[in-house]
């Protein structure tokens, strides 16, 4: 393997993979646990789906609302999905929010609550609805069938209202205990900052690009003055005093919006600019 891409198996089992990526200030990270729709008997059907689903009722730490509110506040995104193989929890942040994500996912992944049952399981059996509504769903279902037959395989990860439907809490804690062990999770990460060496080298270059971001934003700041007083000139003969008034201000303004930008960052709330 490469020296950009490591692999550690610990010593509970949980196999960790990364990935550095240089030049980036966002690191992707995930879970993934072998608890897809293959591991389900007939009448479980589904189950690993509604599984993925109450990861997001809340932790033995957080609560539902909390977990969002802590991934909104990193200006993040966090996802699941479940197909045939594998159940995954996935989100991206900006590098300083590594250890907070990681610490929410974890408990989400290992101390699931199981609250809400009862809502959550409507949501899914809306799904399902949607699901079986689909003639594109129910060609690949056909398909599956048709080669794999009754083996797991056959059946739509979904799964069937009738299991959603009746599983008890009792059944998802058991299914949660006999398939979300250590050795079967890997943690995947992508990000930058992996030796110290590079946490220097990215504030060197912060440094760098803030000071060429003051000289030409003060540059911008004195172009927009001018700007303002030129076309204030240039529309003298020509547009109404509200209206001269007013495309001179606009003119003023995008100078000084781009000055305040040296303080005001958006990218604090919202990790686009990154990721």
């Known amino acids: 393997m490469s020296d950009e891409h490591r692999i550690a198996t610990l010593d509970n089992g949980v196999r960790v993979v990364t990935e550095r990526v240089p030049g980036v200030r966002s690191v992707a990270l995930g879970f993934w646990i072998a608890a897809g729709s293959v591991v389900e008997e007939e009448s479980q059907a589904g189950i690993s789906h509604l599984l993925e689903h109450m990861l997001f009722r809340g932790s033995e730490r957080f609560g539902s609302e909390e977990i969002d509110q802590i991934f909104d506040a990193m200006g993040a995104e966090i996802n699941a999905g479940t197909d045939k193989e594998a159940t995954s929890l996935y989100t991206r942040v900006l590098d300083r929010h590594l250890e907070r994500a990681f610490e929410v996912m974890s408990d989400m992944?290992?101390?699931?609550?199981?609250?809400?049952?009862?809502?959550?399981?409507?949501?899914?059996?809306?799904?399902?609805?949607?699901?079986?509504?689909?003639?594109?769903?129910?060609?690949?279902?056909?398909?599956?069938?048709?080669?794999?037959?009754?083996?797991?395989?056959?059946?739509?990860?979904?799964?069937?209202?009738?299991?959603?439907?009746?599983?008890?809490?009792?059944?998802?804690?058991?299914?949660?205990?006999?398939?979300?062990?250590?050795?079967?999770?890997?943690?995947?990460?992508?990000?930058?900052?992996?030796?110290?060496?590079?946490a220097a080298t990215t504030m060197v270059h912060a440094l760098t690009t803030r000071a060429v971001d003051v000289v030409l934003a003060a540059l911008l700041l004195v172009g927009g003055v001018i700007g303002a007083q030129y076309g204030a000139l240039l529309t003298l003969r020509v547009k109404p005093d509200m209206l001269r008034l007013a495309l001179s201000i606009i003119i003023l303004l995008v100078g000084l919006r781009m000055f305040l930008g040296l303080f005001w960052h958006p990218d604090e709330i919202f990790s686009i600019e990154y990721l």
Not at 168 to 194: K, N
């Open 109 to 198: 992944i290992w101390h699931p609550r199981f609250g809400e049952l009862e809502a959550e399981r409507e949501v899914v059996l809306e799904e399902i609805a949607m699901y079986e509504d689909d003639p594109q769903d129910r060609v690949f279902d056909a398909l599956g069938r048709a080669i794999f037959g009754a083996h797991p395989l056959g059946r739509p990860v979904i799964g069937s209202a009738g299991v959603v439907g009746a599983v008890t809490r009792e059944q998802l804690a058991a299914f949660h205990a006999e398939h979300y062990l250590p050795a079967r999770i890997v943690i995947g990460t992508s990000l930058v900052m992996i030796l110290a060496v590079s």
